[in-house]
């Protein structure tokens, strides 16, 4: 299987970005899909996940501001950020396949992973 992330960006703050991520060899309408992020020198958070029946769950700092979406006709996941903020900025992975679950959607361990798209808010 294979993720490709798109649609990171140097965006001010308030402002917005889409991100996707693009499947192939797996199926987002299966499982938990996910997005984490890594800023430099923090360990990685998960941000945002959706279920099978696309319901979403989201780390607290991001709720309201993004949404976590798929389409699974284009078998693609996305995340749409708004009111993005300085402490937004990381590199953003997408993740498939749950293979150890944590408790959460968000601190599962998953098994496939994209290369990660650059957002920088400042």
């Known amino acids: 299987a294979q993720l490709v992330e798109s649609g990171g960006g140097s965006v001010l703050a308030g402002g917005s970005l889409r991100l996707s991520c693009a499947a192939s060899?797996?199926?987002?309408?299966?499982?938990?899909m996910a997005w984490f992020r890594q800023a430099p020198g923090k360990e990685r958070e998960g941000v945002a996940a959706i279920d099978s029946t696309g319901s979403p769950t989201y780390t607290y700092s991001v709720k309201g501001r993004f949404a976590i979406s798929k389409d699974n006709a284009k078998n693609t996941l996305y995340l749409q950020m708004n009111n993005l903020k300085p402490e937004d900025t990381a590199m953003y992975y997408c993740?498939?396949?749950?293979?150890?679950?944590?408790?959460?959607?968000?601190?599962?361990?998953?098994?496939?992973w994209g290369q990660g798209t650059q957002v920088t808010v400042s």
């Open positions: 060899g797996y199926s987002v309408s299966k499982g938990y």
């Open positions: 993740a498939a396949l749950c293979t150890v679950w944590r408790g959460s959607p968000l601190t599962c361990e998953y098994h496939y």
